[in-house]
């Protein structure tokens, strides 16, 4: 079965600081996505990143970075140079073992507040 | 392009009465799926509709919540004899038919109060 596991409940930093959020993941399946979703305190889901299983590349964009590791079954999300802006609840998934439904699979959530 | 559109946004219903979702997907997406938050939780699946099919409706409780997608108008996620404990926010997610790997956007969510 498929499961998520993030480990932080909640991280609290400085702004400024660099922030990495943990994402451990289990499943039987060889191809699956992986995604970041943001959720801001007005409560609707920020799409971050979706990356295949396959591409094991570490992604950057702007001051978001994400490392995928295969052999730790790990997706991990860094902030670097944290805002206030940056304070959110932090969702890791993962997809469905059958392409043709879809699902995803949510991990409890990391709850992320940057102080001024 | 609007986005998804989910309505309302707020709701709130005296237990016993019942409480019906809206979710008008993507221009051009024909998949729609609904997610539950419990309090302090993550996203739970609870089912994945088509137009005028339900396709795997295995995350719905077994009673009382019912799901449709109709060939017109928005998909309705409809919960009868509210409890306290479907006090939760609901979000819609609709895809195209070309990609159903989870890429999908997700709507701003119905936030459901039983008192």
């Known amino acids: 079965a498929q499961k998520v596991t993030q480990a932080q409940t909640e991280i609290s930093v400085v702004e400024k600081e660099d922030v990495t959020l943990d994402c451990v993941y289990e499943?039987?399946?060889?191809?699956?996505?992986l995604f970041w979703y943001k959720q801001p305190p007005s409560g609707e889901l920020v799409f971050l990143i979706r990356?295949?299983?396959?591409?094991?590349q570490n992604e950057i964009s702007g001051r978001y970075s994400w490392n995928f590791q295969k052999s730790t079954s790990s997706f991990n999300f860094t902030i670097t140079a944290s805002q206030v802006v940056d304070s959110a609840v932090y969702f890791c998934?993962?997809?469905?073992?059958?392409?043709?439904?879809?699902?995803?699979?949510f991990g409890r959530g990391t709850q992320l507040t940057v102080w001024p | 392009n609007a986005g998804v559109m989910q309505n309302p946004r707020h709701l709130v219903r005296r237990r016993g009465q019942e409480a019906r979702l809206r979710c008008s997907p993507m221009?051009?997406?024909?998949?729609v799926y609904w997610y539950r938050q419990l309090p302090e939780e993550g996203l739970k699946f609870m089912v994945y509709?088509?137009?005028?099919?339900?396709?795997?409706e295995s995350g719905m409780p077994k009673e009382r919540f019912s799901a449709e997608f109709p060939k017109e108008g928005p998909s309705i996620l409809r919960i009868q004899q509210v409890v306290r404990g479907d006090s939760a926010a609901y979000f819609c997610?609709?895809?195209?038919?070309?990609?159903?790997?989870?890429?999908?956007?997700f709507g701003s969510g119905t936030r459901l109060t039983v008192v």
């Open positions: 998934a993962l997809s469905d073992p059958s392409s043709t439904l879809g699902r995803l699979y």
């Open positions: 499943t039987r399946d060889t191809t699956y996505y």
């Open positions: 509709l088509q137009k005028e099919n339900i396709i795997d």
């Open positions: 990356r295949n299983s396959f591409d094991e």
């Open positions: 221009k051009g997406h024909s998949h």
């Open positions: 997610a609709s895809s195209p038919p070309a990609d159903r790997n989870g890429g999908y956007t």
